[in-house]
């Protein structure tokens, strides 16, 4: 199972699009002007990913947002970030190839895969932030939820609350990486928790 969070291309008529590529090299030239180059996921056989690099040539015409979706400069893509991408089905053969890029999105961190459970809460470890949803008394009915400094906590009606607020036996929606350990009970990473209900 591939738990590396790069994009794979897309094609969508005459342009391409990564979601989730990783910056690994990052040069800007005279303003408005540069390029990056960039990794992303290949799918192989028998599940297996390869990682391959892409270079992005930026000029005046290429647009270049932040996560807030405000214009920033060329200089402003660093190594070491993750971006959306949209340029040209129209690459070189060189090592690596080479595209025009269109519009370059920052984004803070890969956007992971997620899905939701609706359940209600077993207990909360707020020593280690753990978050468990499942029958109390039935360790294999279990979910253990890692709480993160960017999780989102609500109560019912949007409003931040702590995770010391929640309670065994309340109803939450927790929206979480699509991913889980082998353990018991397996763990995944929560990034929303709503409380809806008593």
Known sequence: MNNDPRGIIIQQGSLMRIDNAFVEESFCGRPSSGYIIVSYS???????????????????????????????????????????????ARMTRSLPP???ALVIIVQRRPQAPSSITTDRIASVDTANRFLYTGNPNDINSQTRFVITDTTSITNRFGSPIRLNSLRPGQLVQITHANFQTASIPPQTTAFRVQLLGP
Do not use: H, K, Y
């Not at 599940?47 to 270079?55: C, E, F």
């Not at 920033?72 to 040209?88: K, L, P, R």
């Open 42 to 88: 290949v799918p192989e056989e028998s599940d297996a990913v390869s990682i391959q690099n892409l270079r992005l040539n930026l000029n005046q015409n290429t647009v270049i947002l932040n996560t807030f979706g405000q214009r920033i400069c060329t200089c402003c893509i660093q190594e070491g970030m993750w971006v959306n991408a949209v340029f040209s």
């Open 98 to 100: 080479q595209s025009n």
